[in-house]
């Protein structure tokens, strides 16, 4: 499974917020100008996080976005199922509608990829994100998309 450019600036769009959370709303300009990566596709990202409920907007002169729950209260799980989907390798797992589904021997397999990768996406937060992110930096200039950098390489 691979996890699109959607979820991955999805994930860098919440970091964002999750540094910020403290501090108020923080405007979309801001965290594309921060993460580099084009307001346009941001506004595309921010739509289901918003309407998920994970993000509040608020408009005017001192508007822009804030996470509507505690960092540690929300998780990549979350962020990543609410932008890319199931994160099941494949169909059959989520919807079992193969005729074969109970001899198949593949189906264990998957089944076992799926809830590894629930565990560990489901076992950190944004905060722990934001955490590492400030840990990294003690005394360094982080780049919070250098992950993304290494993946575009």
Known sequence: MKISTKGRYGIRLMLSLALHYDKGTLPLKSIAKEQDISEKYLEQIINPLTKSGLVKSYRGAQGGYILTRAPEDITIGEVLRILEGSLSPVDCVDHIICPNADTCVSLSIWKK?????????????????ANDYLEKSQGHEVNPRCADARQNH
């Open 113 to 129: 990829m799926k809830d590894a990768l629930d565990e560990v996406v489901d076992g950190i937060s944004l905060a722990d994100l």
